[in-house]
């Protein structure tokens, strides 16, 4: 059941997966619910403070938004964007905990954007 704009996006964002505002935007016009851009941004802004967004930020890429049960570790190409979730192993992050123990830090999950170049992106640019 929606409640209005957060709750609209609440429903589209898992069909979705990782996405940018405007593919939000973009999803929910095709739902037959067109909204601003700005009014898009503050229901975003809206979640992520409680807790029920994450957003992947990255330098010079545009912001992706998943629902907080989807965050993780992302691959994030910065010539197109693509996305790509990366499971780790259980290994590497008990090591991440173990690490982070040692600086005295509790490690919540691990939420990270590793940014690079896709596999397309980089056939694509060699001669
Ligand atoms: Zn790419």
Redesign the pocket.
Known sequence: MRSGAPGALLEVLPRLGPTTAEGVQRALAEDGLPLALSSIYTALGALERRGLVRALRAPGCSTLFVRAEAAGVYLL?R????VVPLTLPTAYVDALRARSAAHGWQLFEPHAVLTG??G??RAAASP
């Open positions: 190409c010539r197109c964007g693509g170049r896709c397309r992106c």
